[in-house]
Nanobody, 119 residues
Framework: QVHVVESGGGLVQPGVSLRLSCVLSGEIFDIFDVTWLRQAPGKQREWVGNITDEGRTNYADHLKGRFTISRDSAKSTVKSTVYLQMNSLKPEDTAVYYC?????????WGQGTQVTVSS
């Protein structure tokens, strides 16, 4: 079993930065991919980017350069944290941000964290 918990969301003004955290715990030794997605009000869930177990990252084209995914350097098989650094936030970044962890046979979702960008 893998538990996924996101945190770090909140109400921020346009232009600021925010870092979200995704804590994975449990039997994470074979998790090969962690993906960030978001869902704005009234819209479909949108893929933001991902990081593989080898550290490779991929991003949605329109978010490249503003969003960065990284992971902590601790080598643990029971707990790991993946970050989503978001810079120069815009009102259109307002959404619930979700983290998804994948192993070969299963995926695990967090409950999401709300990010609201507004002046």
């Amino acid at each position: 079993q893998v538990h996924v918990v996101e945190s770090g969301g909140g109400l921020v003004q346009p232009g600021v930065s925010l870092r979200l955290s995704c804590v994975l715990s449990g039997e994470i030794f074979d998790i090969f991919d962690v993906t960030w997605l978001r869902q704005a009000p009234g819209k479909q869930r949108e893929w933001v980017g991902n990081i593989t177990d080898e550290g490779r990252t991929n991003y949605a084209d329109h978010l490249k350069g503003r969003f960065t995914i990284s992971r902590d350097s601790a080598k643990s098989t029971v707990k790991s944290t993946v970050y989503l650094q978001m810079n120069s936030l815009k009102p259109e970044d307002t959404a619930v941000y979700y983290c998804k962890a994948a192993r070969a046979s299963q995926v695990y979702w967090g409950q999401g964290t709300q990010v609201t960008v507004s002046s």
